[in-house]
C-alpha cells in the first residue's frame, strides 16, 4: 500500500475564500469557531499557489465561478500525475493483470484507467474496471472488487487506485452548512497492489447497507460550475443510529472481538457517531483521526490511507467501513496472514 498527497497546503486559502462568502455576519463567527473544533489540522489541493491566492484572475477569484469544463481540464492533467506519485511509492509494482480505479471527483475519455496503463507501460491487454462517483466509500468498493478478482483467479495481481481532487469543485455560498461541509475535503491518492501472495492484509467478508428514507442525506450533484455536495447535518446521529441498530449490529458482531477498525474519516463528527454506535473505545479510531488531522477528508483515497497505518501493525482481525451518497455504507472484513492468502 502507498498514499501522496499534493504539496500545496490549502486550508488557510479556504478560510479566507468561505470567509469572503459570508463577510462580517455572525455565521462567519460561527464558521470560525466550527473550522477550529473540526480535527483537521492541514488540507492539500493539486492547484498551484497562484491559483489558491485569492487574487483577480486566479481560479476561485474570478468574476465568475469556474465552469465544470475548467475544472476537468485540471482533473485531466493533475488526477494521472497524483495517482502515479502514489503508485510509484509500491515497493514493487511487477506484473499486474488487472487495474481497479476508484475516483468520484472527475471525468475524462479516454479514462483516466486507460492513461494510468499506458503511462506505467501495463499490457495493453490488462482488465480494467472503473468505479465511479460512489463517493468516499468507493475505496472500500475498489478493495472488495480485487478481493473478488483474486479469489476467482489466484494467478491475479490486482492494482487498486484511489484518486480524488475534492478541492476542485468549491461552489460559492452564504450558506454555513455547505461551507463546513466543503471544509472537510482536500485531494489524495492511494495505491494497493492485492494478489495471493506472500504476507499482507487479508481482504475477506463484505458489509454494505444503504439506510431507508435517506437519500438526500448526502447528494453529489453535477452543475455548470463543477460538482456541488449536499452533506446534511443529520448524517452524524442517522450513522450512529444505524450502527446501534439490532441487525447490523448483528452482522457485525461484538466490537470488542475486532482488533482493528479502519474507519473513513469523513469529519470529526462522523468519527465521533462511530464510535458512539459501536461503543468503541477510543484509541480503536487513533488511525482515523490521524488521517483527519494530517490530510482531511479525501474522499475514496482516505479509508485506504487508514488501512495503510494499520497494516504495520499487523492486526490479526479488522473491519474496514466507509460512508457516502445515500446514505449508505460499505464495510471489508480484514486480518493480517504472514503467507499466501489461499
Not at 470567509?19 to 463567527?29: D, T
Not at 485540471?74 to 511509492?89: D, F, M, Q
Request: proline share 6%; aromatic share 4%; with cysteine.
Amino acid at each position: 500500500m502507498a498514499s501522496a498527497v499534493p504539496t500545496n497546503p490549502c486550508d488557510g486559502c479556504y478560510r479566507g475564500w468561505a470567509h469572503g462568502q459570508l463577510g462580517e455576519s455572525r455565521e462567519a463567527a460561527i464558521l470560525e469557531r466550527m473550522l477550529h473544533r473540526s480535527g483537521i489540522g492541514e488540507r492539500y489541493t493539486v492547484l498551484s499557489p497562484t491559483d489558491t491566492a485569492l487574487e483577480p484572475g486566479s481560479f476561485y477569484a474570478a468574476s465568475a465561478p469556474p465552469s465544470t469544463a475548467a475544472r476537468m481540464s485540471v482533473y485531466a492533467s493533475e488526477a494521472p500525475e497524483l495517482a502515479l506519485a502514489a503508485i510509484r511509492l509500491l515497493p514493487e509494482l511487477g506484473r499486474v493483470t488487472h487495474l481497479v480505479l476508484a475516483s468520484c471527483t472527475g471525468f475524462t475519455a479516454p479514462g483516466l484507467d486507460q492513461v494510468l496503463a499506458r503511462r506505467l507501460g501495463l499490457d495493453p491487454g490488462v482488465e480494467r474496471t472503473v468505479i465511479g462517483f460512489m463517493g468516499c466509500y468507493a475505496g472500500v468498493t475498489a478493495l472488495r472488487s480485487a478481493a473478488h478478482i483474486v479469489r476467482s483467479d489466484p494467478a491475479a495481481r490486482v492494482l487498486v487506485v484511489a484518486v480524488e481532487l475534492c478541492t476542485l469543485h468549491l461552489q460559492p455560498t452564504q450558506s454555513l452548512e455547505r461551507l463546513l461541509a466543503m471544509a472537510q475535503f482536500a485531494d489524495g491518492a492511494a495505491a494497493v497492489l492485492v494478489s495471493a501472495e506472500g504476507a499482507g492484509l487479508a481482504l475477506g467478508e463484505g458489509l454494505s447497507l444503504t439506510l431507508e428514507d435517506s437519500a438526500e442525506l448526502i447528494t453529489w450533484t453535477i452543475g455548470d460550475t463543477g460538482f456541488a455536495m449536499e452533506l446534511s447535518g443529520e448524517v452524524p446521529g442517522r450513522l450512529a443510529d444505524a450502527l446501534a441498530h439490532p441487525a447490523l449490529a448483528a452482522r457485525i458482531g461484538d466490537p470488542a472481538q475486532t482488533e482493528a477498525w479502519a474507519v473513513h474519516p469523513g469529519g470529526r463528527s462522523i468519527i465521533d457517531a462511530v464510535q458512539r454506535g459501536l461503543a468503541l473505545p477510543e484509541d480503536k479510531l487513533a488511525h482515523s483521526r490521524a488521517v483527519l488531522e494530517r490530510y482531511g477528508n479525501m474522499s475514496s483515497a482516505s479509508v485506504l490511507l487508514v488501512l495503510q497505518r494499520l497494516a504495520a501493525e499487523k492486526p490479526a482481525s479488522g473491519l474496514a467501513l466507509a460512508f457516502g451518497p445515500g446514505l449508505a455504507m460499505e464495510g471489508l472484513r480484514f486480518g493480517w496472514i504472514d503467507g499466501d492468502a489461499g
